[in-house]
Nanobody, 119 residues
Framework: QVQLVGSGGGLVQPGGSLRLSCAASGSILSLYAMGWYRQAPGKQRELVAISTSVGSTNHADSVMGRFTISRDNAKNTVYLQMNSLKPEDTAVYYC?????????????WGQGTQVTVSS
């Protein structure tokens, strides 16, 4: 069984920084894309940043230059460094991974971690 466990959310003042982490565990044969999505109250879930297995990354325009996604394949972990946080970044952040397990390839989601940007 494969699972994703995220951590690192919390309350931060505008202009502050947070680092999210998400580790995949279980019967993993291959890790493909790993990334982060977020969902603010009353809004649809949106892509924040994604990292492919070959190292390319893509960030949403709204976070470009402020957020950076990275991954450590040896640890099956993806990170999101968030700097210059704004109140509009407040949301539940979900990590995502496409993983090839013992029998098939599936998309997996973490449990979500709350990020609140407020003074």
């Amino acid at each position: 069984q494969v699972q994703l466990v995220g951590s690192g959310g919390g309350l931060v003042q505008p202009g502050g920084s947070l680092r999210l982490s998400c580790a995949a565990s279980g019967s993993i044969l291959s890790l493909y894309a790993m990334g982060w999505y977020r969902q603010a109250p009353g809004k649809q879930r949106e892509l924040v940043a994604i990292s492919t297995s070959v190292g390319s990354t893509n960030h949403a325009d709204s976070v470009m230059g402020r957020f950076t996604i990275s991954r450590d394949n040896a640890k099956n972990t993806v990170y999101l460094q968030m700097n210059s946080l704004k109140p509009e970044d407040t949301a539940v952040y979900y990590c995502y991974a496409r993983i090839r397990g013992l029998s098939n390839t599936n998309d997996y989601w973490g449990q979500g971690t709350q990020v609140t940007v407020s003074s």
